[in-house]
């Protein structure tokens, strides 16, 4: 069985073209979704209740994030050995997701898959992935050397991947992440984490890229299936609050590296790269901003 599990924020438009190649391009029976929408007010729970009756729809009465809203709608999933998380503004137009679905099964080395997204014309290819953010790949991008020489220094945005054949990977964008139910529930026991596999302190960004990194830490392969295709229309959600987001964005990233990289003997070198990254932040919101808070 697959457990689709979409997140939704104010994308009500999205959320039904969504859910709608679903019906038309989906596993039928074979497959259960669960949309966790986090209090939209936009007419999105209205409209799933209204025209998608087989949809499990969990109406939160806050927004609790991207991450707080995975762990709850996977904990909603039942009997599932596959659990995709999906966000909403996608669409299915063929059976990658019956292609997606055979690939993983015949790869039980493969604990998450991500497959090729597309622009809304169903063909050019979208940049979806990249390299861990480790600091080798990280530093290059905050000095602006990736952009200056690409071929030397593009390696966390993966300049020159081959999207046209399937391979194993470090980090799919988190748009369309087929994981494996058994990796999900070894890295949750292995964790530091009590509600689910996604950890609540990356509500918005950052979330998918330490839990593949666990995942990776404990043996599991991550794929890149090239045969699967997705539109991808990008942003939905957090266009909408552009200042708030870029904070996050950056508040994420310092965190991500506190939790993977942080070290007393390191100390000031971390300070230091927080305080360029938060200077970043400053320069490209044009002011301050709390980042994401629940509401």
Known sequence: MLTIVIVNWKTCEHLRRCLCSLETFGLGEEMQVVVVDN????GSVEMVRESFGWVRLVALEKNVGYAEGNNIGIAAAADADLILTLNPDVEFFDDSLRIAVAEML??????????RLVDPDGVTTQASIRSFPRPSAILPEMLGLAK???GVFGRYRMNGFDYGKSQEVEQPMGTFV???AAALSYVSDKSDMSDGPFDPQFPIFFNEVDLL?????TGWNIWYCAEARLKHHGGASTRQVRKPMIWESHRSLVRYYRKWYYHWWNAPLFWLFAGVVYLGAFVRARGWSEGFKPT
């Open 178 to 180: 087929l994981y494996r």
């Open 148 to 150: 200056l020489l690409p």
């Open 39 to 42: 209090d939209s007010r936009d």
């Open 106 to 115: 015949k790869r039980p080395d493969v604990g998450a898959m991500g497959i």
């Open 213 to 217: 990194q666990r995942i990776a830490n």
